[in-house]
């Protein structure tokens, strides 16, 4: 294939398709070869899977670690938007908070398991404030930049319509940062998957991070520790997908102009 | 009313004295503080616009002129001098006038029929439908109603904005260069269409060109700017009736006359 060259219908597909075979083929043979009796078989991984789904683990596991996901994240959003809407809109606010928020930034939120154990207490709360510290920094930047990079056209357009401050956001600004706080969201999304794993490793008894540690814990069931690895790729996975859906509406699609 | 009656008229009522002034600058000056030098951009314009009359202004790019536009909407405050409109000093932005951008001034998460209606949220739905429809048809956009500005082309966009602007009634359009970015003959036709919209609406209109003909072929009156600090060199009343003949004599002696002032020698 070219690189221009567009691929056909059955290309689009069988490709991938090829490459994941190939991968588990290499996976399997180098397990068969090496006589490994730790490391498990993609056979071993999907009889775990089986396993775990007919105790009815698996399903409540995922539904654990999207749930805490969920209350983090959208918690998060809800403060973070209106917060970076507010400081990308007064400058003077931005220049006293903005330092503050490049330090706290980049500490890891394993970083702070410890702090929001002595705060929360282990258990549910402290996985979830782990998920909205990590999804909190991402949102509240890209909605402040996005505030800042709203063409001043467009705000003296809205101006001249006779907008009042607070409907010139509502109508304006807002709407125009939108595609940015969109790619904030879904950046955010993305470390809040990353972050709830680990949470669960450590704070909580149950969710897919939670099935890691212990598959490995009590008996050493490599199995159903990869078996959790799959699950907890496809569902990031999926949460990715749907949310390009969202880019795609008409709304904001024009603020991906690369993808149209 | 013909456009050639509506000047007749015009003419009439100038004769009379009894045209009145829609807009006009005092000693409009403009420095603009920079890294270590300031840079003067417009140094006292005094200018007066009659209600209902076309104006361009004329002039070399990044001379100032649409810095000048931009004071006169109330978007930027000048440095010495003011701007009144309609007797009344200008200290901001007012639907009553409205400013069409340079291109990509629509808004492009809001539908056609969203953007004509930005500015009509103080009408009751009906009223606000029924006047999204009559714009909608005035510059030729049916249609497109339900469709955002990426799916349309330039000359529909700029057609768009035109049509947002006018749909909450201003009585006067600043115009900064908006047909600048279409190719030459979208140009075209926007400018009929512009003149057309003109004739049947009848609004004051400042437009800001560093094109020669279109500033010739729609202007009564051109305003030849200087380059930085702008001046106003001269102004020039184009008195020949619309549709104009542009291979009159009378035009190219006009269009001619500007490219002197401007110091261009006509010859490629």
Request: with cysteine; charged share 20%; proline share 5%.
């Amino acid at each position: 294939m070219s690189p221009s060259a567009q691929p056909m219908r059955w290309e689009k597909y069988a490709w991938p398709l090829f490459a994941g075979a190939l991968l588990l083929a290499t996976w399997y043979f180098s397990v068969k070869w090496s006589h490994t009796k730790i490391f498990p078989s993609p056979f071993d991984v999907g009889n775990g899977t089986a396993e775990l789904i007919h105790k009815g683990v698996l399903a409540n596991y995922v539904l654990d670690s999207l749930r805490r996901v969920a209350l983090g994240y959208l918690g998060a959003a809800l403060l973070a938007i209106p917060g970076g809407l507010f400081l990308g809109w007064y400058p003077a606010a931005a220049f006293v908070v903005n330092p503050t928020i490049q330090m706290l930034r980049p500490i890891s939120p394993i970083a702070w398991i410890p702090v929001s154990i002595i705060w929360f207490g282990v258990g549910d709360m402290a996985a979830i404030y782990l998920i909205f510290l990590s999804s909190f920094f991402p949102i509240v930047v890209a909605s402040m930049n996005g505030v800042r990079n709203v063409p001043s056209m467009y705000r003296r357009a809205g101006r001249n319509f006779g907008l009042s401050p607070a409907k010139l956001i509502a109508r304006v600004v807002f709407p125009a940062a939108l595609p940015q706080i969109i790619v904030g969201l879904r950046i955010a999304l993305g470390i809040a998957w990353l972050v709830v794993v680990a949470a669960e490793m450590i704070a909580v008894d149950s969710g897919l991070g939670y099935l890691v540690i212990d598959s490995r814990n009590s008996g050493k069931r490599y199995d159903l520790v990869v078996a959790a690895m799959i699950m907890i790729g496809l569902t990031g996975l999926a949460l990715d997908t749907i949310f390009r859906r969202v880019e795609k509406f008409k709304s904001v699609r024009w603020g991906f102009s690369n993808e149209s | 009313m013909s456009v050639v009656q509506t000047i007749a008229a015009q003419r009439g009522t100038e004769r009379n004295g009894k045209r009145t002034t829609k807009l006009r600058t005092e000693g409009l000056t403009m420095v603009f503080k920079g890294d270590g030098a300031d840079v003067r951009v417009l140094e006292d314009i005094h200018l007066e616009v009659s209600e209902g009359e076309f104006v361009c202004v004329l002039g070399p790019s990044g001379c100032g002129k649409s810095t000048l536009l931009n004071i006169a909407a109330g978007f930027l405050p000048p440095t010495h001098g003011q701007v009144w409109i309609d007797g009344e000093a200008v200290h901001g932005p007012d639907p009553r006038r409205i400013f069409v951008f340079q291109e990509r001034g629509v808004f492009p998460w809001l539908t056609v029929e969203g953007n004509i209606g930005f500015g009509l949220f103080k009408l009751s739905k009906a009223d606000r439908a029924g006047r999204i429809a009559h714009y909608i048809k005035l510059v030729g956009l049916q249609g497109f109603e339900q469709s955002y500005p990426q799916e349309l082309s330039g000359g529909m966009k700029q057609r768009l904005e035109v049509a947002r602007a006018l749909a909450v009634n201003p009585d006067m359009l600043f115009l900064d260069e908006p047909f600048g970015a279409l190719d030459s003959i979208t140009r075209l036709i926007m400018r009929r269409e512009l003149l057309r919209i003109w004739e049947a609406e009848r609004k004051t209109i400042m437009f800001v060109t560093h094109d020669i003909e279109e500033a010739v072929q729609l202007a009564d009156r051109v305003v030849v700017m200087s380059a930085r600090p702008a001046k106003i060199q001269r102004i020039v009343e184009i008195d020949i009736p619309h549709p104009r003949d542009i291979s009159s004599n009378r035009y190219l002696d006009l269009r001619d006359g500007i490219f002197e002032q401007i110091g261009l020698a006509h010859k490629v």
